[in-house]
């Protein structure tokens, strides 16, 4: 988290990343995401059951979690998937978070505030659109972000 002369700040680092498939990322790439506290990256195109083999090199500072990528047909390649990665010293508060295809939501507390993070990848922009704004009337953290991927119907 981000300190200034020794005071806490508010923000965290956050990094949202469109990365059109993660299993060919190199040791550059870790590296650099060890420098944000929350971690989205979409279209990583991992199914499930490739989930296990992969955790094995994502880095072990954060709690990782996978919304795998889904095949339409037997013999194309994944579409879609969402890793979010959480740093182990932010708290998760695990009550309320919504988790729906496409959309992941995580509620943080760091430097006491609370977040409320939103990463998306959909096709369907309008609803999701409509969701995010019911999200936005119902919130009360202190802070409500959302990121990703979103493209037109």
Do not use: H
Request: with cysteine; glycine share 8%.
């Amino acid at each position: 988290m981000a300190k200034n002369n020794g005071e806490d700040k508010c923000g965290l680092k956050l990094l949202f990343w469109n990365i059109a498939g993660l299993k060919k990322k190199e040791n550059l790439f870790w590296d650099y995401v060890k420098n944000f506290d929350f971690v989205e990256l979409t279209e990583t195109w991992i199914l499930e059951r490739d989930w296990n083999k992969l955790k094995d090199v994502l880095p072990k500072e954060f709690q990782w979690k996978l919304q795998g990528a889904k095949k339409e047909k037997r013999k194309c390649r994944a579409k879609g998937g969402i890793i979010t990665g959480v740093k182990k010293d932010i708290k998760e508060i695990q009550e309320g978070t919504i988790e729906m295809e496409g959309m992941v939501e995580k509620k943080l507390t760091a430097n006491k505030k609370r977040w409320i993070i939103c990463t998306m990848y959909s096709r369907g922009m309008r609803n999701t659109k409509q969701e995010i704004q019911e999200k936005i009337e119902e919130s009360e953290e202190d802070f409500l972000l959302s990121g990703g991927t979103l493209m037109p119907e």
